[in-house]
């Protein structure tokens, strides 16, 4: 009977204790995980500011110029603004254009010589494909352009050639769908270029000097389309941490 009872208190006081033994080989441990170095990040900036170094465009047709066969080079004249929403960049945009041109008209012998001025400003968005140093992108801008021809202008369609003094004013309000290509030389520097369609919708007022007199010709309203193949060579400028 004593050992019954010496047993009873044994094994009273040893089983708590082996209940809180627990084998060293059966716990789990979660891998060490060494994180990897960081690359340049690309499209994490706030704001972009760039400056439009080139572009090769059509510009909205001057008198009655033969279908879109004129296109024009022009060099550091203009400037945009970008707000970036994460995958979503906003931009406002504008270009002065100033240049002697000269043109050919949609008849025989009929040419001019003269100045030619654009003004366009542009809001609109564009969308980056990837986010790595080499980033496709889309977009579509709205706007208004301001266009002003003022020089010579020969019409041998009559039985005596003229040659008169002519003013060509047009007003447009515009959509221009574009593609682009960005290259990030470093993430605070890109260079990009693009190309659009304009889709215009124009308000032309033409006034014809001659001799003593001066012709003004109704105002003529209609749609019109024209290409941009180097719409814009920008380079731009990137800041303002977007995380």
Known sequence: M????????FFSISFPLCAQ???????????????????PRFSEFL?????????????PKILDQTTREH??????????FKFNDNQISYRIAGSYFD????????????SGNGNLKNTTIKIGFEKNITYTRLQPYFGLDLGYTYQKYKGSYMNGSDINVTNDAVIDRKDAILASPFIGLKFNIIPTVTIAAESNLT???????????HDETTEKR??????????????????????????
């Open 2 to 9: 004593r050992k019954v009872l010496l047993a009873l208190v």
């Open 21 to 39: 033994i627990t084998r060293i080989d059966t716990l789990a441990y979660k891998p060490i995980h060494i994180p990897q170095k960081q690359g």
């Open 47 to 59: 704001y972009s500011v760039g400056l439009r170094a080139f572009a090769y465009e059509q510009f």
């Open 71 to 80: 296109f024009y080079s022009s060099a550091f004249n203009g400037l945009f």
């Open 99 to 110: 240049k002697d041109v000269s043109l050919n008209g949609n008849c025989i012998n009929c």
């Open 199 to 209: 889709v215009a919708y124009s308000f032309q007022k033409i006034e014809i000097a």
């Open 218 to 243: 109704p105002t003529e309203k209609g749609w019109e389309y024209y290409f941009g193949p180097v719409g814009i060579l920008s380079v731009q400028f990137n800041f303002g941490n977007l995380y």
